[in-house]
């Protein structure tokens, strides 16, 4: 769900999309025994490898195959083995998560229409009210259509059930938080009951496939990247929204715009370079028993990728990861024992670590699965994406050293 430089890189791999950000991976587990005897006042280095889950297509290894020369269906065919070619269309229905006020605002533009959803009546806006305009609850199954004038709200006309705004194809501007930022988008912004009854409103963008694809894959991706790992990185991303859609995040939208879904900024995220991407890939989805496959990705795996939930997300040794350019392959954090100590309070003093199985992949036996925290007061038994989450660690592929702090 998502380290690429600039902004753009820090909100993907803190998460990771996805997007894929949700790994859903059944670890593999290897006994080992590891173990570090903690003294009264330590050091603590923890070498580690990769960012994310490390699940299926590692977005650094797809650029670091690109330079290599690699076409994205090479790319694509490397990181998830025996998924087929197969097309996708229509379109998507995404939840706008930053608008939080349960009403739905844009600034007019030439064409403005509000459509009734149930009946498919679309009602012109006047251009003599070119101010801002509101969808908003008037009842459980009515929606009010208002506009600002002098600062003040004033009605115009009501809709049954759902309303959306509409502009003839074109570009909208969203009012976000009641107009403290704003963000463009296209399709058509829906003022959506989140279940029947429900007087507030959440805001949805229904908006076509490919137009869904413009305003993510520069968010997951660099558009400055090699154009390979551009497309296969949309090619991911269409398959991945194509897979959420068979499996909607709720009645009312199909898919979330963060990185627990994937990275979504509609219209105000599009670049040329990756919309270049996207139309050369126009359509293409990979499938796995005629269905769209669940194509997880993350920024690096470290040089080895994690086995996933499906056939085609295997467990294999990745070439193309660890190219210069990746400081996500291998990075070091360096920590005392008394971090440890306040994030698991009921150690006490801590005087041990332990690892008790793994991946079985790679550096260490692959990445930690099962850690054992020792201390004066009693032990506490976690898992590693609980270590890395507490820890602020880039991935669960981590190992230990201790040494007395002087």
């Not at 998460?15 to 991976?25: E, I, P, Q, W, Y």
């Not at 009210?129 to 199954?141: E, H, I, P, V």
């Amino acid at each position: 769900m998502r380290a690429r430089p600039s902004r753009i890189l820090t909100a993907l791999l803190g998460a990771l999309v996805l997007v894929l950000a949700t790994s859903g991976s059944p670890a593999s587990a290897v006994k080992v025994s590891q173990h570090w005897l903690v003294p009264a006042s330590a050091t603590i280095a923890i070498d580690g490898h990769g960012f994310g889950h490390g699940t299926g297509m590692s977005q650094y290894g797809a650029y670091g195959a690109a330079r290599q020369g690699l076409r994205y269906s090479q790319i694509l065919s490397f990181y998830y083995p025996g998924a087929a070619a197969g097309t996708a269309d229509g379109a998507v229905t995404v939840r706008i998560t930053a608008d939080t006020r349960g009403d739905v605002l844009v600034s007019y533009r030439g064409g403005l229409v509000v459509s009734e959803r149930a009946t498919g009546r679309r009602l012109a806006l006047p251009a003599g009210l070119s101010g801002t305009w509101r969808l908003s609850a008037g009842g459980a199954d009515t929606t009010i259509i208002s506009y600002a004038s002098g600062g003040v709200w004033r009605y115009w006309n009501r809709v049954q059930g759902e309303g959306e705004f509409y502009a003839s194809g074109g570009v909208m501007t969203l009012l976000l938080n009641g107009g403290r930022s704003s963000a463009q988008y296209r399709g058509t912004l829906r003022a959506a009951i989140p279940a029947p009854g429900v007087m507030r409103r959440e805001t949805v963008n229904a908006v076509t496939m490919e137009h869904y694809l413009r305003g993510v894959v520069p968010l997951e991706m660099p558009s400055s990247w090699s154009p390979a790992a551009v497309q296969a990185q949309s090619v991911a991303a269409r398959t991945y929204a194509a897979h959420q859609r068979s499996e909607p995040k709720a009645s009312h939208y199909q898919i979330c715009d963060t990185t627990t879904c994937q990275v979504y900024g509609g219209y105000s995220a599009e670049t040329a370079a990756s919309n270049a991407a996207i139309d050369a890939t126009r359509g293409v989805i990979l499938t796995h028993q005629g269905r769209p496959a669940f194509t997880q990705f993350s920024s690096s795996n470290g040089g080895w990728t994690n086995a996933g939930s499906a056939p085609y997300l295997t467990a294999r040794q990745d070439p193309y990861d660890g190219w210069s350019g990746n400081t996500n392959h291998t990075w070091l954090v360096r920590i005392t024992d008394v971090t440890i100590e306040r994030a698991w309070p009921e150690l006490g003093n801590l005087t041990g670590i332990s690892v008790t199985d793994r991946t079985g992949n790679g550096d260490w036996s692959g990445r930690a699965n099962t850690v054992i925290f020792t201390g004066s007061a009693g032990r506490v038994t976690v898992t590693g994406a609980q270590v890395r989450t507490k820890l602020g660690l880039k991935s669960t592929w981590f190992t230990f050293r201790v040494a007395p702090r002087g």
